[in-house]
């Protein structure tokens, strides 16, 4: 069964940093991109940053400069390090590959307030 774990969520206040970790299935970390969603509230999910098994990255235009992902080979791991976290980045957050529509995991709940 193809699973990805996502952890590192917590509350943080404005300005925090946090760094999050998803353990991907084998064959997915090293076949496909891996991506980092998010899904706040009441709105759709919304792709925030992905890295290619080059090593090549993309953010969307909401955390460009704020947030870096990476990836760990050995591990199977990919990261996200989150700086001048904002109010507005509270929401669940999933790793998945570019695209998905199945095989989600639980995500990890990443609250930003004072």
């Known amino acids: 069964q193809v699973q990805f774990v996502e952890s590192g969520g917590e509350l943080v206040q404005p300005g925090g940093s946090l760094r999050l970790a998803c353990d991907a299935p084998?064959?997915?970390?090293?076949?496909?991109?891996m991506v980092w969603y998010r899904q706040a509230p009441q709105q759709q999910r919304e792709w925030v940053a992905l890295i290619t098994n080059n090593g090549r990255t993309d953010y969307s235009d909401s955390v460009k400069g704020r947030f870096t992902i990476s990836r760990d080979g050995a591990k199977n791991t990919v990261y996200l390090q989150m700086n001048g976290l904002k109010p507005e980045d509270t929401a669940i957050y999933f790793c998945?590959?570019?695209?998905?529509?199945?095989?989600w995991g639980q995500g990890t709940q990443v609250t930003v307030s004072s």
């Open positions: 998945n590959v570019w695209g998905a529509t199945r095989n």
């Open positions: 084998t064959i997915m970390f090293k076949t496909r991109e």
